[in-house]
């Protein structure tokens, strides 16, 4: 094992004959992960990919801010705030993260629980569904404005249809010729992307804290009930939306397939998905959303795949510069796969608003 864990997790108080049990944990892309266990409490430690979130420090103030105000609200329940949501460890001296020669390093209370990458049953996705609700109720009176940025513009859908168009008008990799039905299709949605944003603008949807990741495995789920038992990876909590975190879960978890299957027959959004999931998050978080909000919830799935399919586009006419690519036309048959997606949750609005209604 790598010197520097030790030398960071002295930072923590911990000694390395103390730490027992230290090895690689999980199969994150971003952050390096690994589990421990001092005098039979066990620990996560992350060393924070610092080529992505530049600002450590920023992240982890947003990190503490919003699990130490979810903790009050946990212990007001009768919770457990321990396991209901994380807990990350101090320093010796008061801090949130070591951050020096070492690298980026945090530690956290480990949480006994697991996590799915595809939903077997419709009942792990209403359970997913809540904890993501919850997750939202709870933190529907936070200042979501004393967040810091961590990635700024992430959702903001005209911000990335701009790019589309600057890449467009540049052609960097000569590939424009190849891809005339994709942007003919991403135009016609021009005047559609700024939804979500004329709502903050209005005042008609609110500034929240939004999670920005909300696979389905960054929920924990009980080992035997399959019950959510928190939201995990808050790396990207600021300030936005939670249309954003509905509509990206959807466009994950509602797929009938993977977001990279070139076979576009295959790609649909499966009602039951949206309906389970739907029926879990909204029994949580109804109380809360305004009429607005519960208006633009269906179209909240089709924004969010389309700027998703966007973002592919972007990348693959600029010449795969941002998303990792294992062949050269990767970047284009996600975009299609994303485009036949949000083609289909359009056919399908009307029917998912009635749903939500019937709730």
Same mark, same amino acid.
Do not use: W
């Given at each position: ?15 390395? %004959? ?58 007001? !329940?009768?919770? !457990? ?44 996705? *209403?359970?997913?569904?809540? *904890? ?15 967040l810091f940025?961590v990635i ?9 249809? %701009? ?95 993977? %977001? ?47 700027? *998703? ?24 048959v996600r ?25």
């Amino acid at each position: 094992m790598d010197e520097k864990i030790y030398l960071a997790l002295a930072e923590y108080g911990f000694k390395k %004959e103390d730490v027992k049990e230290l090895a690689p944990y999980g199969d994150g892309l971003i952050n390096n992960t690994y589990r421990f266990v001092v005098n039979g409490t066990a620990y996560l430690m992350q060393k924070i990919n610092t080529a992505v979130f530049k600002n450590p420090e920023g992240l982890m103030d947003n990190f503490v801010g919003v699990t130490e105000y979810l903790k009050k609200i946990i212990i007001a !329940n009768g919770g !457990n705030p321990e396991r209901d949501t994380l807990t990350a460890i101090k320093t010796l001296d008061g801090k949130n993260l070591v951050n020096n020669e070492l690298g980026a390093y945090r530690v956290m209370l480990f949480i006994d629980a697991i996590s799915i990458n595809v939903a077997e049953r419709a009942e792990q996705l *209403c359970s997913v569904g809540a *904890c993501f609700g919850k997750f939202q109720n709870m933190l529907a009176d936070y200042p979501a404005d004393t967040l810091f940025e961590v990635i700024p513009d992430f959702h903001n859908t005209p911000k990335r249809f %701009e790019n589309l168009e600057k890449a467009i008008k540049e052609n960097i990799a000569g590939r424009l010729d190849s891809v005339a039905a994709e942007v003919e299709y991403a135009l016609t949605m021009k005047n559609r992307v700024s939804a979500v944003i004329d709502g903050f603008r209005d005042g008609s949807v609110p500034l929240r804290v939004s999670h920005n990741d909300t696979k389905l495995n960054n929920v924990l789920l009980d080992k035997e009930t399959y019950e959510g038992v928190c939201v995990i990876d808050l790396d990207t909590v600021m300030p936005g939306s939670y249309l954003y975190d509905y509509g990206d879960a959807l466009r994950f978890a509602g797929n009938n397939t993977i %977001e990279d299957n070139p076979d576009l027959s295959q790609v649909y959004l499966d009602f039951e998905k949206f309906a389970a999931f739907t029926k879990g998050y909204f029994s949580e978080v109804k109380s809360v959303l305004t009429e607005r909000e519960i208006e633009l919830l269906p179209f909240a799935v089709e924004l969010m795949t389309f700027e *998703c399919g966007i973002r592919f586009l972007t990348d693959y006419l600029n010449g795969d510069t941002y998303f990792k690519t294992r062949y050269p036309e990767h970047n284009l048959v996600r975009a299609r796969n994303q485009f036949k997606l949000s083609q289909d949750i359009d056919s399908k609005l009307d029917k998912m608003a009635s749903f939500i209604a019937s709730l």
